[in-house]
Nanobody, 126 residues
Framework: QVQLVESGGGLVQAGGSLRLSCAASGRTISSYAMGWFRQAPGKERAFVTGINWSGGNTYYADSVKGRFTISRDNAKNTVYLQMNSLKPEDTAVYYC???????????????????WGQGTQVTVSS
């Protein structure tokens, strides 16, 4: 089993930045694809970004391209989400997810992910 714990969320003004962290424990995630999803009130959980096991391939939702950056430090068993130029519509609970299928890519839908964190709230004020 893998436990994922997100941190770094909070309240920020529009145009500001936050850096989310997802710390994994229980197993090494070095061979796992990782993803970040978000869920706003009344909406379905939506893909934000994903990264394959090596970090060589990254994927972004159109709404965050050029503003968000996913990265991973396999030595620290941690994945990061740097969020810049935040907008009020980025307000949501952000979830980290791990896919242990050893795929070379990263899924952009929730189904393939096997492990999920509890989420961290990001609120962007206008």
């Amino acid at each position: 089993q893998v436990q994922l714990v997100e941190s770094g969320g909070g309240l920020v003004q529009a145009g500001g930045s936050l850096r989310l962290s997802c710390a994994a424990s229980g197993r090494t995630i070095s061979s796992y694809a990782m993803g970040w999803f978000r869920q706003a009130p009344g909406k379905e959980r939506a893909f934000v970004t994903g990264i394959n096991w090596s970090g060589g391939n990254t994927y972004y939702a159109d709404s965050v391209k050029g503003r968000f950056t996913i990265s991973r430090d396999n030595a620290k068993n941690t994945v990061y989400l740097q969020m810049n130029s935040l907008k009020p519509e980025d307000t949501a609970v952000y979830y980290c997810a791990a896919d242990d299928s050893r795929r070379q890519t990263a899924a952009t839908v929730p189904g393939p992910y096997d492990y999920w964190g509890q989420g961290t709230q990001v609120t962007v004020s206008s």
